[in-house]
Antibody, heavy 119, light 106 residues
Framework: EIQLVESGGGLVQPGGSLRLSCAVS????????MSWVRHRPGKGLEWLSV???????YSADSIKGRFTISRDTSKDTVYLQMDSLRFDDTGVYYC?????????????WGQGTLVTVSS | DIQMTQFPSSLSASVGDRVTITCRASRPITGFLNWYQQKPGKAPKLLIYAASSLQGGVPSRFSGSGSGTDFTLTISSLQPEDFATYYCQQSYSTLWTFGQGTKVEI
């Protein structure tokens, strides 16, 4: 059974940092893409970043230079390092397996981890 | 970036109704379009990928169509568990984007 479990969310002050983790089971990170998507209060879903099976990475302009995606295949874990956090980074952060070749989709998703940026 | 516009942003419907949600891309994306359902407090769930392919385990009352810039998600007979927010998402360009969502309410 495929499972994704996020952790690492919490309360952080503006300008601070957090590292989110996404532990996966039931498949290998070496064979698939993985993404981070967030849902901010009152807004829709927003794709943030993806890491390919070959460790290429792409990120949305809104987080470029502040957030970094990475993975550790030995730990079956994907990370999102979030620096220079702002109030409007508050939201629920999801990791999602991102299968496909030219066309990609998000399935399944983890349960999400809440990030609150507040002073 | 490719902008995705959904309409309507919300709709009211009754059990048994046929519901159609539209998603328009700011430029052609061939069939690189996916649909998700999200219920409050829950993670999104993939319904349709590649514009018209039904994800395994998703009821057949859900269907998708379209190509180029215009796409639709149809629920043939709305069920109580279908009241949720629906999002389209393009993966044509490297920077993937979602529509703003359509909330289906009673």
């Amino acid at each position: 059974e495929i499972q994704l479990v996020e952790s690492g969310g919490g309360l952080v002050q503006p300008g601070g940092s957090l590292r989110l983790s996404c532990a996966v089971s039931g498949f290998s990170l070496s064979n698939t893409y993985m993404s981070w998507v967030r849902h901010r209060p009152g807004k829709g879903l927003e794709w943030l970043s993806v890491i390919s099976d070959g460790e290429d990475t792409y990120s949305a302009d809104s987080i470029k230079g502040r957030f970094t995606i990475s993975r550790d295949t030995s730990k079956d874990t994907v990370y999102l390092q979030m620096d220079s956090l702002r109030f409007d980074d508050t939201g629920v952060y999801y990791c999602a397996r991102t299968p496909g070749r030219k066309l990609h989709w998000f399935d399944p998703w983890g349960q999400g981890t809440l990030v609150t940026v507040s002073s | 970036d490719i902008q995705m516009t959904q309409f309507p942003s919300s709709l009211s419907a009754s059990v048994g109704d046929r519901v159609t949600i539209t998603c328009r891309a700011s430029r052609p994306i061939t069939g690189f379009l996916n649909w998700y359902q999200q219920k409050p407090g829950k993670a999104p769930k993939l319904l349709i990928y590649a514009a018209s392919s039904l994800q395994g385990g998703v009821p057949s009352r859900f269907s998708g169509s379209g190509s180029g810039t215009d796409f639709t998600l149809t629920i043939s007979s709305l069920q109580p568990e279908d009241f949720a927010t629906y999002y389209c998402q393009q993966s044509y360009s490297t920077l993937w984007t979602f529509g703003q969502g359509t909330k289906v309410e009673i």
